[in-house]
Structure formats: C-alpha cells, structure tokens
C-alpha cells in the first residue's frame, strides 16, 4: 500500500516533496514554511495559536477510514468536502465566554478555525463515503472503487536472475 500518499498535510505546509540527495534540501524547505507561515495573511500568530485536531488514518484493502478528534465542537461548524482525490476537513471551534468580570484567566485549550487536507489515492464517488460524528469524534469510511483495491500476493523467490 502507497501509505504516504495518504498522509494528511497542514494546510500552512505544502505537502511532503520526495527526499532529495542534496543535504540543504530538509533546512530549505523549512525556511520556506517559516516564510510562509509569517506571510500569511492571517498573520504568524493566528496560525501558530489555532486549534488543529488530532487525525488517524487507517488504510485497507477495501478502504480508507478517518478518525479525528473534535472535542467540544459542534456538528454544524464541521465541513467535509472531496473534491476529485482531495479531502478537506474544516470547520471551527467557538471560545466559550465566561465571567466577563474575572481580572485573570489562564486558558490552555485552543479555539479558533481549522482546516487539514488530505489526499486520496483516488476520487470516490459521493456513495462510497459514510461519516458518523459520536461523542466528539468524526469517523469517516471511505470505500475504494473495485479497480483500485490492494490484492496481496506471494512472489516466489529464485536463485538466479
């Protein structure tokens, strides 16, 4: 199974580029981000600071399923959307107000928007994706399409080439 090509990717960052020979290669394509990240329109402290969800992703031979973690948000301010062979997860995380007299707060969870991507290792058609969304947790099933399904075989091994 291709698992690389099923790696999600933040959406600051480009995607994984293949490893080159060339040692400066890694350091270049992180100031690049660093570039990138403070360029952003949104700013360099808004992206550092947004809540971002943990995701699993589990391939098969008959599937693809999605596991991510949405705690405290609710159902209507996810979207999830395919477009050819890109999945795009977004959606946005509300601070909850609370005493507006207090003088000192110290507030460790994240708010805010998020957004992850994903690419598939084929375009599915709307049928074959099921979500169920429990207990602050989105799973996602994604059926592959009978002519892209992995099949394992055994390759005999010779002495001589």
């Keep these: 199974m291709a698992f690389h090509s099923i790696i999600p990717f933040w959406t600051h960052r480009s995607p994984p580029k ?3 020979r060339d040692p400066f290669s890694a350091f270049r394509a992180e100031m690049e981000n660093v570039f ?3 360029f952003d329109p949104a700013g360099p402290v808004a992206r550092f600071g947004d809540f971002q969800p943990s995701m699993d992703v589990q391939e098969t031979d008959t599937e693809i399923r999605l596991k991510v973690d949405l705690p405290g948000i609710d159902e209507k301010d996810i979207e999830l959307e395919i477009e050819d062979d890109m999945l795009r997860l977004s959606g946005e995380r509300h601070e909850e107000k609370e005493n507006e007299g207090e003088e000192r707060r110290y507030v460790e969870r994240r708010y805010g928007r998020f957004e992850r991507m994903m690419r598939l290792p084929f375009a599915p058609a709307d049928s074959d994706v099921q979500t169920e969304f429990r207990k602050g947790v989105l799973s996602v099933r994604i059926k592959r399409p009978e002519g892209d399904r992995v099949k394992s075989r055994r390759i005999p ?4 080439l």
């Design 18 to 20: 293949p490893a080159s």
């Design 157 to 160: 091994i010779g002495r001589t």
């Design 36 to 38: 990138d990240r403070f």
